[in-house]
């Protein structure tokens, strides 16, 4: 048999990616998206928390929040998974049953938070302290200043990375299947790992890599599109006057 009669027996069964391809559509899909937008909504706002902490003028404040970064980030993604979902389990379980999607959720929310966290950190202290002066001597408040003023331009700084992010959640949803799944609550991979091991071929992984493609990229393109915008900038004018018109705004 030659190589590409190997190949393609492996990789191009399309029978086999058709008996599939329901399956992936209503269940596989939709469970990973689900995983992936409810992780993106609470780590954001975990993230956010983070942020926040981690710009504290108070030590314990600060701290806290760098020792939850740097755990969550020096943990492999697949271990903080398991420690949570298998080890909160017994907690849970009276609550929601079996069920590993909470715990899946909350466990890619946590890891998400630290790296996002660090993320608006960062895109929040590039903004030059003159933006806060300025709106200080306009008549804001610290408070309504880093919210109306900071804040905003840090974040839309930093969306690339955000985009990036969120990319990485949508791969990471595939780690939940280590939890145990039931036959309803599969995500693609798990879909395209079942029907691979049934049928003796890698077809179905590969039309799960073509869903997980059919997200991310789009979503590449649109980390692309948000990075040329911001390298573009914007006229230093117009920043003048949608500061002043938030000022008026706030009086």
């Known amino acids: 048999m030659d190589i590409w009669s190997t190949l393609s027996d492996t990789f191009l069964d399309w029978e086999s990616m058709k008996a599939v391809l329901p399956e992936m559509l209503k269940v596989g899909l939709v469970n990973t998206l ?11 706002l975990l993230g956010m928390i983070v942020a926040v902490l981690a710009l504290s003028s108070k030590r314990w404040l600060r701290w806290p929040a760098k020792i939850y970064t740097d755990i969550f980030r020096g943990l492999p993604a697949i271990l903080t998974i398991l420690l949570i979902g ?3 389990s017994p907690i849970t379980r009276h609550w929601w049953g079996p069920n590993p999607y909470p715990l ?7 890891i998400a938070a630290a790296y996002i966290g660090e993320i608006f950190r960062s895109g929040i202290q590039s903004v030059e302290k003159g933006q806060l002066e300025a709106a200080r001597a306009l008549g804001f408040s610290y408070t309504s200043g880093m919210r109306l003023v900071v804040i905003p331009q840090g974040v839309r700084r930093v969306l690339p990375a955000l985009v990036n992010q969120f990319i990485a959640l949508v791969k990471e949803s595939s780690l939940v299947y280590f939890l145990g ?10 879909i395209g790992q079942d029907a691979a091991a049934t049928n003796g071929n890698l077809s179905p992984l590969l039309l799960a890599g073509i869903f997980y493609l059919l997200i991310t990229v789009p979503l590449t393109h649109l980390v692309n599109h948000f990075d040329k915008r911001l390298r573009e900038g914007r006229p230093v004018e117009s920043e003048d006057v949608e500061l002043e018109e938030l000022a008026h705004a706030n009086r």
């Open 104 to 110: 899946g959720i909350l466990a890619l929310s946590l």
């Open 86 to 88: 298998q080890g909160l």
């Open 34 to 44: 689900i995983l992936a937008a409810a992780s993106v909504v609470l780590g954001t």
């Open 181 to 190: 799944l039931l036959a309803s609550q599969r995500e693609l991979f798990r």
